[in-house]
Nanobody, 120 residues
Framework: QVQLVESGGGLVQAGGSLRLSCAASGSIFTINTMGWYRQAPGAQRELVATILSGGRINYTDSVKGRFTISRDNAKNTVYLQMNSLKPEDTAVYYC??????????????WGQGTQVTVSS
């Protein structure tokens, strides 16, 4: 099993910044894709950004130019730097990791979620 521990959420005014972190631990042989998703009240969970093991990055259009995803492979950690935050960024943010365990099985794991609230 793999555990994901998220941190960094909170309350911030519009235009402010937050940095989310998600550290993975457990039965990990290698991590492929790491990503962030978010779910606003009454809405479906949506992809925010992903980063592949080789560094290729994908962002949803609404966060391009404001959010930056990065990863530290030595620490099995993914980050999301969020700048110029808007009230519509308010949501619970979840990290997701696609990995291969020591049994060579491909699996995925989700974090517990961290609340980000942006006030206007």
């Amino acid at each position: 099993q793999v555990q994901l521990v998220e941190s960094g959420g909170g309350l911030v005014q519009a235009g402010g910044s937050l940095r989310l972190s998600c550290a993975a631990s457990g039965s990990i042989f290698t991590i492929n894709t790491m990503g962030w998703y978010r779910q606003a009240p009454g809405a479906q969970r949506e992809l925010v950004a992903t980063i592949l093991s080789g560094g290729r990055i994908n962002y949803t259009d609404s966060v391009k130019g404001r959010f930056t995803i990065s990863r530290d492979n030595a620490k099995n950690t993914v980050y999301l730097q969020m700048n110029s935050l808007k009230p519509e960024d308010t949501a619970v943010y979840y990290c997701k990791v696609d990995y291969v365990d020591w049994g060579r099985w491909s699996r995925q794991s989700w974090g517990q979620g961290t609340q980000v609230t942006v006030s206007s």
